[in-house]
């Protein structure tokens, strides 16, 4: 089973002739203990294209030490790392490999580097004894693992001193204390580490450095005139286009093991990179080959629905429970929160259970294959190498006019299931709209930012009535639970009448919402 441990930590390197200083000055620094020495052995593991180190992951199996097992690293932010560590074996563990998927897809993982350390580590205590930080000397042997036997002969190896200074379990994140540290090996002639990791240093080393990230995009086209000009507002309709679609695909990638992993907000947002890059295929047809893309949609389609099994159980979980709260204690008849509870487990249990499925299943790792595929052979129409500007005016304003049939459409149906419905269908043109509008802010610059700003407000007062809708549909199937159980079902009655009243106030406001969004200076001001 894997576990996960935080890694705040700094990197620093040192000539051989360099002493440490005393820390013991340092508040709250009361002692220093030193260790015995460590003889780690490290193997590394990537792509052939190095596709993890190009994203500053690294996978390694690791011998001597305290921790030997597997270590994966992934980056959380700078100079902070998740470290998911699992029991030694010979080949990468399943729990492990599966949380790269989504950079290896199925590319082999094979030996790139072997590291040997001699380490020696410096405890950094307070007054009461207790562990603040950890100052490790590494004194580093590397050499490229399939070298040896490539060559028939003792592999070349690069060595170099570093030092790691990180926060032990019990330090919290006192940023603080790693910045006096560093201060204090500054003075002693420390200097910042040159590469962010060991595998980083070693792979550039020994000749081995690994891809930067893509960068694809639109060529433009005319003069050197031209182009500076189109840069200026945003570079070509493909240029602009490319850079959303691109940060929508890398969103998927990047979080797909924090969602394999349950960590907070990620399958919210992961399934609303989805969305984004769907809508802008739908929405720049004249500058990416629907041909091409509207297949790729129907699979984000799929994955979108797959995530929202997770996503709209825990979103409508913490209505119900918020809801079940504002109740007073008078008025809750019978195990209400206890139903509530056994409800929502069950859901969680099966829906958790049927993502991770996905994830692992073969659809999914088409869909990735597909969109890598795209990013490097983006199929580009004859106005992606227009000026930005216009063409993504033009796209926006399409989806404007989209979303205004809809609105005046639900606002002229009678109440009911039918007016449910049509407001649904605008809640969904409203967000194609303002994903259309920040895709095209570079291009349009403030007019686009806020036009986004206002349709975002129009979509989050539909999609709260929306969510009135299915929170209805699932009160009343507790509330049958309930009678079927002879437990009563007066609170779960109670709570209806309450999203029922709060679906009629978001009715009420939907006129002035969307009057704001609809002013025709606010769609002039998306003309170039």
């Known amino acids: 089973m894997a576990d996960t441990v935080r890694e705040i930590e700094r990197k620093y390197e040192a000539d051989d002739d360099i002493q440490l200083p005393d820390l013991t000055g340092i508040a709250p620094v009361a002692s220093v203990a030193e260790q015995g020495a460590e003889a780690l052995d490290a193997l590394y593991y990537d792509t052939a294209d190095q596709r993890l180190a190009a994203a500053g992951i690294t996978?390694?199996?690791?011998?001597?030490?305290?921790?030997?097992?597997?270590?994966?690293k992934l980056p959380v932010a700078p100079g902070v790392r998740d470290e998911v560590r699992a029991p030694?074996?010979?080949?990468?563990?399943?729990e492990l490999t599966a949380l790269v998927r989504s950079r290896v897809l199925d590319r082999e993982l094979v030996p790139v580097v072997r590291l040997r350390t001699r380490r020696t580590v410096l405890v950094l205590h307070d007054a009461s004894g207790a562990p603040l930080a950890e100052v490790a000397q590494d004194e580093v042997r590397a050499h490229r693992a399939d070298e040896a036997a490539a060559?028939?002969?003792?592999?070349?190896?690069?060595?170099?001193?570093?030092?790691?200074?990180?926060?032990?379990?019990?330090?919290?994140?006192?940023?603080?204390?790693?910045?006096?540290?560093?201060?204090?090996?500054?003075?002693?002639?420390v200097r910042p580490a040159s590469s962010a990791s060991k595998l980083a240093r070693a792979l550039a080393e020994t000749g081995r450095r690994p891809a930067r990230p893509r960068k694809n995009g639109a060529k433009g086209s005319g003069t050197k005139a031209e182009k500076s000009e189109q840069t200026k507002k945003g570079g070509t309709a493909g240029d602009v286009v490319l850079r959303y679609v691109r940060a929508q695909v890398r969103a998927i990638v990047e979080l797909d093991p924090g969602v394999r992993r349950d960590l907070p907000d990620t399958v919210h947002q992961m399934r609303v990179a989805t969305r984004r890059l769907r809508s802008a295929f739908r929405s720049y047809t004249?500058?990416?080959?629907?041909?091409?893309?509207?297949?790729?949609?129907?699979?984000?389609?799929?994955?979108?629905?797959?995530?929202?099994?997770?996503?709209?159980?825990?979103?409508?979980?913490e209505r119900l429970h918020g809801a079940l709260a504002e109740v007073p204690r008078t008025l809750r008849l019978g195990p209400v929160a206890a139903r509530l509870r056994i409800w929502s487990q069950r859901r969680r249990a099966g829906s958790r259970k049927q993502l991770l499925a996905v994830l692992d299943g073969d659809r999914y790792l088409a869909l990735l294959k597909t969109l890598d595929a795209l990013l490097e052979a983006p199929p580009l129409l004859r106005a992606g190498a227009d000026p930005a500007p216009e063409v993504v005016a033009r796209a926006v304003l399409k989806d404007?006019?989209?979303?205004?049939?809809?609105?005046?459409?639900?606002?002229?149906?009678?109440?009911?299931?039918?007016?449910?419905?049509?407001?649904?269908?605008?809640?969904?043109?409203?967000?194609?709209?303002?994903?259309?509008?920040?895709?095209?802010r570079p291009a349009l610059g403030r007019p686009a930012k806020k036009f986004a700003k206002r349709t975002k407000r129009l979509q989050q007062l539909l999609g709260d009535h929306q969510d009135s809708v299915v929170a209805r549909g699932a009160l009343r199937e507790l509330a049958t639970q309930a009678q079927r159980a002879d437990e009563g079902a007066f609170t779960f009655g109670l709570l209806y009448g309450r999203e029922e009243a709060l679906a009629a106030d978001r009715e009420r406001e939907l006129p002035e919402v969307w009057a704001k969004v609809s002013r025709p200076r606010h769609r002039a001001a998306l003309r170039p």
Request: aromatic residues 4%; hydrophobic residues 40%; charged residues 35%.
């Open 151 to 189: 060559a028939g002969h003792e592999p070349t190896e690069v060595r170099w001193r570093e030092i790691e200074v990180e926060l032990a379990g019990d330090g919290g994140e006192d940023t603080g204390l790693l910045d006096e540290i560093g201060r204090a090996l500054a003075a002693a002639g």
């Open 286 to 317: 004249k500058v990416l080959d629907r041909a091409v893309t509207q297949p790729i949609g129907v699979e984000l389609k799929w994955l979108a629905a797959e995530l929202g099994v997770d996503r709209d159980r825990e979103v409508l979980t």
């Open 59 to 72: 996978l390694r199996r690791r011998t001597g030490g305290r921790d030997a097992g597997w270590h994966l």
């Open 88 to 94: 030694l074996s010979d080949a990468p563990p399943a």
């Open 400 to 440: 404007y006019r989209r979303l205004s049939r809809r609105v005046e459409a639900a606002l002229a149906a009678p109440a009911g299931q039918g007016r449910d419905e049509a407001l649904h269908g605008a809640r969904k043109a409203a967000k194609r709209t303002r994903y259309a509008a920040e895709a095209a």
